[in-house]
């Protein structure tokens, strides 16, 4: 689902619980307190912008005061005929993606530089089918700022929006493309992609890792004077990223500065800036791919990994969950004890990253035996006994507790107990779950939870209601004192 970026290498979960008519329903809570499902004309939030410094006012984002559940008529049409949703992707500005088991690929949000692949730049409100590329099954989605990255079931890449900084994987192109189009990887077949703010990632059969994009560079030179970079942060097509030969990539990962990829030994490879300790090392910056020692992990093998824009997290092979990196509004699931203090002490960006309170992987007990993560640009989800849980950055209201308030420590989203959670996504400033509501679901019936549009259809349905009940009356009436008028001789 995106936003944030991740891979789970073992086998997942039943998607759908078993009995009878069992459909899933998309929900959604981007700007309020509780989940709910989305009005077909309810306009998906936006971020304006990539985040800001600690300290600095985040900027105001559009958005109704309560969350929205996606109704029959959008989203839901793609599950009305059995498909099932295998995937929520999204994570940067706005944008959204469906993907089904049948490989269809549904899309929605921001579409301003034809990042949705619709063959146009309006915005899009609601889950609309990706017709250009029906017949050609999806296997994955990758959500970058204003661009997407596409991975079809036979290998093949494909990508749309933005190119300005070569983020489409095509030197030559247009500034920007409003229809997938594909991306020469030397004939390679690959198993996965990423997407950061400017630059993207693909892991081939073979293990090798393509990176493009000149998102990093300008990062990379700033902190790294007088070195070259390595060609694949400058070059705008797929470039194999050199330092990886004696590992086999199994995925990759993306954040907003930084790439990451996780191998077939269970090992975490990360490379760029290295800011607010994503990378779990001191260098401020990484031109070369360093990996990360497996005492960080306990020793354990990683088996998953997901990335925020400036935090990652890892699941081990026992099921431990490890957090690292940017936390000051929430993003590890637990309070800094020392942030404010190291923020004082810090005096340029060239300060080892070793100094950040939480630059290593440190395990968050709470998240053990995790079924599904998803890291947003600063907030994440999380399914734990079929519980769905939420944390970070909650400005607005994307962690789904009824406030605005940062999030320190996972806690359960209340609006969703009564629901089995299936797949969770993050987008920048939003986020979706896929669930099996209960039969009478209080959220639903929930007059307060509904939005303007939905309001509206349920005023207009009742009056359509109220004016066929009376001319059912008008027709009984008419038709008994015809009947009257008969047994009185026609008088």
Same mark, same amino acid.
């Given at each position: 689902?995106?936003?944030?970026?991740?891979?789970?290498?073992?086998?997942?979960?039943?998607?759908?619980?078993?009995g009878?008519?069992?459909r899933?329903?998309?929900?959604?809570?981007?700007?309020?307190?509780?989940?709910?499902?989305?009005?077909?004309?309810?306009?998906?939030?936006?971020?304006?912008g990539?985040?800001?410094?600690?300290?600095?006012?985040?900027?105001?984002?559009?958005?109704?005061?309560?969350?929205?559940?996606?109704?029959?008529?959008?989203?839901g049409?793609?599950?009305?005929?059995?498909?099932?949703?295998q995937?929520?992707?999204?994570?940067?500005?706005?944008?959204?993606?469906?993907?089904?088991?049948?490989?269809?690929?549904?899309?929605?949000?921001?579409?301003?530089?034809?990042?949705?692949?619709?063959?146009?730049?309006?915005?899009?409100?609601? #889950?609309?089918?990706?017709?250009?590329?029906?017949?050609?099954?999806?296997?994955?989605?990758?959500c970058?700022?204003?661009?997407?990255?596409?991975?079809?079931?036979?290998?093949?890449?494909?990508?749309?929006?933005?190119?300005?900084?070569?983020?489409?994987?095509?030197?030559?192109?247009?500034?920007?493309c409003?229809v997938?189009?594909?991306?020469?990887?030397?004939? %390679?077949?690959?198993?996965?992609v990423?997407?950061?703010?400017?630059?993207?990632?693909?892991?081939?059969?073979?293990?090798?890792?393509?990176?493009?994009g000149?998102?990093?560079?300008?990062?990379?030179?700033?902190?790294?004077?007088?070195?070259?970079?390595?060609?694949?942060?400058?070059?705008?097509?797929?470039?194999?990223?050199?330092?990886?030969?004696?590992?086999?990539?199994?995925?990759?990962?993306?954040?907003?500065?930084?790439?990451?990829?996780?191998?077939?030994?269970?090992?975490?490879?990360?490379?760029?800036?290295?800011?607010?300790?994503?990378?779990a090392?001191?260098?401020? #910056?990484?031109?070369?791919?360093?990996?990360?020692?497996?005492?960080?992990?306990?020793?354990?093998?990683?088996?998953?990994?997901?990335?925020?824009w400036?935090?990652?997290?890892?699941?081990?092979?026992?099921?431990?969950?490890?957090?690292?990196?940017?936390?000051?509004?929430?993003?590890?699931?637990r309070?800094?004890?020392?942030?404010?203090?190291?923020?004082?002490?810090?005096?340029?960006?060239?300060?080892?990253?070793?100094?950040?309170?939480?630059?290593?992987?440190?395990?968050?007990?709470?998240?053990?035996?995790?079924?599904?993560?998803?890291?947003?640009?600063?907030?994440?989800?999380?399914?734990?006994?079929?519980?769905?849980?939420?944390?970070?950055?909650?400005e607005?209201?994307?962690?789904?507790?009824?406030? %605005?308030?940062?999030?320190?420590?996972?806690?359960?989203?209340q609006?969703?107990?009564?629901?089995?959670?299936?797949?969770?996504?993050?987008g920048?400033?939003?986020?979706?779950?896929?669930?099996?509501?209960?039969?009478?679901?209080?959220?639903?019936q929930?007059? %307060?939870?509904?939005?303007?549009?939905?309001?509206?259809?349920?005023?207009?349905?009742?009056?359509?209601?109220? %004016?066929?009940?009376?001319?059912?009356?008008?027709s009984?009436?008419?038709?008994?004192?015809?009947?009257?008028?008969s047994?009185?001789?026609?008088?």
């Amino acid at each position: 689902m995106g936003g944030g970026s991740g891979f789970v290498s073992r086998p997942r979960p039943p998607l759908v619980p078993k009995g009878p008519r069992a459909r899933p329903h998309p929900l959604s809570w981007p700007a309020g307190p509780f989940p709910q499902q989305i009005p077909p004309r309810a306009l998906p939030i936006r971020y304006p912008g990539p985040a800001p410094e600690p300290g600095l006012p985040r900027p105001s984002l559009p958005g109704r005061p309560r969350p929205r559940a996606v109704p029959s008529g959008s989203a839901g049409r793609a599950t009305s005929h059995g498909a099932r949703a295998q995937r929520l992707g999204g994570r940067p500005r706005g944008g959204r993606a469906l993907r089904l088991d049948g490989g269809d690929l549904f899309v929605c949000g921001l579409n301003k530089d034809g990042q949705l692949g619709l063959g146009h730049t309006e915005d899009i409100p609601y #889950f609309t089918p990706c017709k250009s590329l029906f017949g050609c099954p999806i296997q994955q989605v990758a959500c970058g700022w204003d661009f997407t990255i596409i991975l079809t079931e036979n290998g093949q890449v494909l990508s749309c929006g933005s190119n300005s900084f070569g983020q489409l994987g095509v030197p030559h192109g247009p500034r920007r493309c409003v229809v997938p189009q594909a991306i020469e990887l030397h004939k %390679e077949k690959v198993v996965c992609v990423a997407a950061g703010l400017r630059h993207a990632l693909a892991a081939t059969a073979s293990g090798i890792v393509f990176q493009w994009g000149t998102g990093l560079a300008s990062c990379g030179r700033r902190l790294c004077p007088g070195q070259t970079l390595p060609l694949f942060f400058t070059a705008k097509e797929p470039s194999r990223v050199t330092g990886l030969e004696n590992s086999k990539a199994m995925c990759v990962l993306a954040g907003s500065d930084h790439s990451a990829s996780l191998t077939d030994a269970g090992e975490v490879y990360v490379w760029g800036s290295n800011k607010h300790g994503q990378l779990a090392t001191e260098a401020a #910056f990484l031109p070369v791919p360093q990996k990360i020692e497996a005492h960080c992990f306990q020793n354990e093998k990683v088996t998953a990994v997901w990335s925020g824009w400036t935090h990652l997290l890892a699941q081990t092979e026992t099921g431990k969950v490890f957090t690292w990196g940017r936390a000051d509004y929430g993003q590890l699931g637990r309070k800094l004890e020392t942030y404010e203090g190291w923020k004082l002490e810090k005096q340029d960006s060239f300060l080892p990253c070793s100094r950040l309170p939480n630059s290593m992987p440190s395990s968050l007990h709470c998240l053990t035996g995790a079924t599904e993560v998803s890291c947003g640009s600063e907030h994440n989800l999380a399914v734990i006994g079929g519980v769905c849980y939420s944390w970070g950055w909650n400005e607005h209201g994307m962690c789904g507790d009824g406030t %605005e308030a940062n999030i320190w420590a996972p806690k359960p989203v209340q609006a969703l107990l009564s629901s089995s959670g299936l797949l969770v996504g993050c987008g920048a400033g939003h986020s979706l779950a896929l669930c099996q509501l209960p039969a009478h679901p209080a959220l639903v019936q929930d007059p %307060e939870v509904l939005s303007p549009d939905a309001t509206e259809d349920t005023e207009s349905q009742e009056a359509m209601d109220k %004016e066929r009940n009376w001319k059912e009356r008008q027709s009984e009436t008419s038709t008994q004192s015809q009947s009257d008028w008969s047994r009185n001789g026609g008088l």
